[in-house]
């Protein structure tokens, strides 16, 4: 049995099922039908999952063939849902999902899927379990919203959700600023109160924007990858030289190489922003920072150069180039850093280790893996 927390790991899912229509028919009880002994194959694959008991309804598709789809939805207390398809996508109905996910915090809750063939017979799959949690997730979750092609850019914008529905709205558009590009949102420990957005425009140029006490700031730097220190009064962002290029052939023909990177620590209080030699060495990259919750660490991602130009596209060896996980120490109250050291390097895993974040409770850290380089969405692992 998988079991994943069903918070951020499964936004993109809900955004896609946002959009979906459902061809419903009057839900009824099934009284006779046969039993098959596997789970249905769903997707999203709610299966095993831990749902946060506020979040917004688990609509899913059932991936059966069939001509008809009854899902009943089950726990301890409270009356099943039921809810019946004509095309096999379950939306469930918001009111009567919160009503049951509260009364049974803690508990398990079940999907009973059923699917009616060709001939009007009916087959109910072995009930899919999930676990509701406790406690209630973050209620707003802040993302990028862009339209999934390399050659188009111009609309996109930072949006909010609120998590316990389907509710957007808009932070800020590229619109706002003469088409221009949003990126790299960070905000301090999860709070709206600091909030950080790069944004790059051909009118208004490269600048990052940081919004505090209800006022915006604008610092005349272009922050990459951001990480804020727990107690807001430290910034440590990227500097990286990121291209696109394309491969000759393959499932997947597109590719990105930072060429080159490093690291910047800037304080809010005097506004000054400096490069540790640690964070910035001439003969690697260094990307992806991520505080422990306590802030007494800085996580990062670092690999050697392997290559003499750094303009060239593709540069010579960049499919060998794996990242090893680092972390620094860090004292907010003298500024000082201590030494680096290798948390999982490459030569350990075999592959590119990216993208760190560690847990509220700093017992976990998760990170993602790839063949090579700094971008993991183009390829197969």
């Known amino acids: 049995m998988r079991t994943r927390f069903a918070g951020n790991v499964i936004f993109l899912s809900f955004l896609i099922v946002l959009g979906w229509g459902t061809t419903s028919c009057r839900p009824k009880a099934i009284d006779r039908y046969s039993e098959i002994a596997s789970e249905p194959n769903l997707s999203p694959d709610y299966t095993g999952t831990v749902i946060p008991a506020n979040i917004a309804p688990l609509n ?22 039921m809810v019946s398809s004509k095309t096999g996508q379950i939306r469930i109905p918001v009111r009567q999902w919160h009503a049951l996910l509260d009364a049974n915090r803690g508990r398990d809750v079940f999907f009973e899927v059923y699917v009616q063939d060709a001939g009007g017979q009916w087959t109910r799959f072995r009930p899919v379990a999930n676990t509701i949690a406790p406690e209630d997730i973050d209620g707003t979750l802040v993302f990028r919203f862009m339209k999934p092609l390399y050659s188009w850019w111009r609309e996109i914008a930072i949006y909010q959700r609120d998590m316990a529905s389907y509710e957007t709205s808009v932070v800020l558009h590229g619109r706002s600023f003469a088409g221009g590009c949003l990126n790299c949102h960070s905000f301090v420990g999860n709070e709206p109160d600091t909030m950080s957005i790069s944004l790059r425009s051909a009118t208004y140029g490269s600048d990052t924007l940081i919004a505090h006490d209800g006022a915006v700031d604008r610092i005349g730097a272009k922050w990459g990858y951001t990480a804020w220190h ?3 009064d430290v910034a440590v962002y990227s500097i990286n030289k990121v291209t696109q290029f394309f491969q000759a052939g393959g499932l997947e023909v597109r590719d990105v190489v930072d060429l080159d990177s490093a690291l910047v620590c800037y304080r809010v209080a005097t506004h000054t922003a400096t490069s540790p030699k640690e964070l910035a060495e001439k003969d690697r990259l260094e990307t992806y920072p991520a505080w422990s919750p306590d802030g007494r660490y800085l996580y990062y991602c670092s690999a050697p150069i392997l290559w003499k130009d750094r303009n060239a596209v593709p540069p010579e060896n960049y499919d060998k180039l794996k990242y090893d996980l680092r972390r620094i120490s860090y004292d907010v109250a003298t500024d000082q850093w201590g030494q680096a050291e290798t948390v999982l390097s490459a030569e350990q895993t075999g592959l590119s280790i990216l993208l760190p974040r560690i847990s509220p409770d700093g017992r976990f850290l998760v990170f993602c893996m790839c063949n090579y380089g700094c971008f993991p969405v183009y390829q197969p692992r």
């Open 60 to 81: 899913f598709r059932i991936l059966e063939d069939g001509q008809a789809y009854s899902v009943t939805i089950r726990s301890d207390v409270g009356q099943p849902i």
């Open 230 to 232: 727990p107690g807001g």
